[in-house]
């Protein structure tokens, strides 16, 4: 795994600076601690930081073909490189290191823009052709892997975060305020939108084709859900068996992440089927007993003799690690869940490079109760909606069930995107028009926010309403939250994360199941859970969806007055995003177990800590205190103590 950065000058024009390019590479070290590399030629400059997984003494980038005409620097991992590299040698061409990121320069020089369509992984490359003065690049059918890019009349910038896109080319952050609105209802932004104006992000399964004077992205895959058509146990539990032996390639030893539920409980079960070990398993807990899954993943450690870790989260971890996680994410942070990832994942980092996760299991198998939720009220309209909203208030009332209060509200929303849209939403269209400012309110109306979902979708209309939730999931939540969540938490951590729920043969193949195998109305993921029946302990088959539960009511009860400065602090106002009486508000009303105004206030917070730390400046390593990115009176009592201290 790796960082990359480069710049594909335009015709006439000269590369950037040295030092721009330098600058890049270094605020991509965490993502390649382990050395860096560079290429510079007649319009072109390359830039790489290397995590060593595979052939680590001589797989280092930019890595060119025999006569340096083609140049790669590459992030991620190509699952059938040794298939690849057995026709290619067949072919006449001779390779020099046993890493994967070569069959990449020969594959280009033999397949030209085929080589992404043959390929199997996750990856974000770029390859310079000099021959033709070419720059072309792709990125994973899924999108496990980023690649960020901004054009301008100099020429084409390119990296792995949008933050090295802006240091290589020299460009000044500024917020696309426009944009503002979508992140707040939905937490992300689609691709190919960021919050940066002018940088966008390359969509999973798409290319990219750059020659100094015009670019164009393709499509190179796109999924094709077909008719229904049942999907057997047995077949589905050699596609999983394939697609995590694939992903223990690797010359470092492996990890996993594991929670108390199916999707990482199968994944480690399918390890050691495969002979794997010995494998370090990593687990994170809280002090609250509701959201604390730690007994549930031992038990499952020990039933497959994993070297089990665990690491608990409270309060002051929780807010010391905001400033450094706004800086790896570079994007607002979408969710509270990613703090305590990121402190896992620096748990593991002490150990290994590489973890296996049960990531996408929800958005693939049909995990989440709301596909449930949609399949009732399709099928028993009025009155069923009635009996759903009635016994979601019930079971509101019960501390473990207080997210259902979301689901009365969701039910009821009758525009079908609205409401798939708004399920995993922080602010509904109707608050946004409320909160935000008069310049602001013409794109929070319910047209611009759901015109994603509606894009993404375009081409799915003869899909059934079931699987077409599904497929809406798997190409905006999946890629834009989930998997985008994974890679820049992990590699802040400087950890690979494989997935290998979602390889792209079981997408395409579970795309085709009807909807009851999958969000089954008694059964979530019916069709997985047969598959792995004889694997996982009965007890965590039968155990309810969880997802990764995070006790944020009670984690903010103490930030929460940090997080209100925050957002009320002058500089804050000053932006002129948001209505302050209506900040304020929001504000005072939370209060501990107010978990929806918890969501609220951190999902305003995060979007003001990622300008403070992002596009305010521009820096080149993580702030590690609070105090470096709030004022004094900003800050809590500890906190200030502390930055006194420091000073």
């Known amino acids: 795994m790796c960082g990359i950065a480069g710049f594909a000058a335009a015709r006439g024009k000269p590369v950037p600076e040295r030092a721009q390019l330098e600058e890049a590479v270094a605020a991509l070290t965490h993502r390649g601690p382990d050395g860096t590399g560079f290429h510079e030629g007649e319009g072109i400059a390359f830039g790489h930081t290397r995590l060593s997984i595979i052939d680590l003494e001589r797989g280092a980038q930019p890595l060119a073909n025999e006569d340096g005409t083609v140049v790669t620097i590459y992030n991620g991992e190509i699952w059938n490189h040794l298939e690849l590299r057995q ?8 390779f020099r290191t046993r890493a994967d990121t070569e069959v990449l320069v020969h594959g280009y020089e033999e397949w030209g823009d085929e080589l992404p369509a043959r390929l199997d992984g996750m990856f974000a490359y770029t390859i310079w052709d000099a021959r033709l003065a070419r720059l072309t690049a792709a990125r994973d059918r899924l999108g496990k892997k980023p690649l960020y890019y901004s054009l301008s009349e100099e020429g084409l910038a390119f990296g792995s975060d949008a933050r090295s896109v802006l240091l290589v080319s020299g460009r000044q952050p500024e917020l696309d305020s426009e944009l503002v609105p979508e992140y707040l209802f939905q937490r992300y932004l689609g691709a190919p939108r960021t919050l940066f104006r002018g940088v966008e992000k390359l969509p999973p399964g798409h290319c990219l084709d750059y020659d100094g004077s015009r670019l164009e992205t393709t499509a190179y895959w796109r999924l094709t859900p077909g008719e229904p058509q049942a999907l057997e146990a047995g077949e589905l539990r050699e596609l999983l068996r394939a697609a995590v032996a694939k992903r223990l390639m690797s010359d470092v030893p492996l990890g996993i992440l594991l929670s108390g539920g199916v999707d990482s409980a199968a994944v480690l079960a399918l390890m050691h089927e495969a002979g794997a070990g010995p494998v370090a398993s990593f687990t994170v ?5 509701l959201h604390d899954e730690r007994e ?12 089990h870790h665990e690491i608990v989260v409270g309060r002051e971890q929780f807010q010391d690690a905001l400033p450094r996680l706004s800086w790896y994410r570079d994007e607002p942070i979408a969710e509270p869940s990613e703090i305590p990832l990121l402190l896992l994942a620096e748990l593991a980092g002490r150990q290994v490079k590489v973890v296996l996760t049960g990531d996408g299991g929800d958005e693939i198998f049909g995990g989440y109760p709301k596909y449930r939720a949609e399949r009732l009220l399709r099928a028993g309209g009025p009155l069923a909606l009635a009996v759903l909203r009635t016994g979601a208030r019930a079971l509101a009332r019960r501390p473990s069930h207080r997210r259902l209060e979301r689901a ?5 929303i009758r ?7 708004s399920w995993f939403r922080s602010f509904a269209p109707s608050e946004l028009g409320s909160l935000l400012s008069p310049r602001l ?3 929070a109306t319910p047209d611009r926010l759901t015109r994603p979902l509606r894009e993404a979708l375009a081409r799915y209309g003869d899909v059934d309403p079931g699987r077409r939730m599904l497929v809406a999931d798997l190409l905006t939540y999946l890629p834009d939250n989930m998997l985008l969540r994974a890679d820049k938490v992990l590699m802040g951590a400087s950890v690979e994360g494989r997935m290998p729920l979602v390889d792209a043969a079981i997408v395409e193949r579970v795309a085709r199941v009807p909807v009851s195998a999958r969000a089954g109305i008694r059964t979530p993921k019916a069709v997985l859970r047969e598959a792995i029946s004889d694997l996982v302990p009965h007890e965590v088959l039968r155990r309810a969806k969880r997802g990764f539960p995070v006790p944020v009511a009670s984690l903010l009860e103490q930030p929460a007055s940090l997080l209100g400065s925050l957002v009320l602090s002058e500089r804050c106002l000053d932006r002129g995003l948001f209505d302050p009486a209506q900040l304020r508000a929001l504000v005072e009303g939370v209060g501990v177990g107010a978990r929806e105004g918890a969501l609220k206030l951190y999902t305003v917070a995060a979007l003001e800590l990622f300008l403070r730390v992002n596009v305010d400046e521009v820096r080149i390593r993580p702030p590690q205190t609070l105090a470096e990115i709030f004022q004094p009176d900003e800050l809590p009592p500890r906190s200030r103590a502390q930055s006194a201290i420091q000073t």
């Not at 026709?87 to 001779?94: N, Q, S, T």
């Open 87 to 94: 026709k290619l040698e067949r072919a006449g061409h001779v």
């Open 285 to 289: 807990g809280f002090d609250d007993p």
């Open 415 to 421: 525009d079908p995107l609205l409401r798939w849209a």
């Open 441 to 443: 309110r013409p794109a």
């Open 408 to 412: 009365v509200d969701t039910l009821a």
């Open 296 to 307: 549930w993943a031992g038990a499952v450690a020990q039933r497959f003799g994993s070297d």
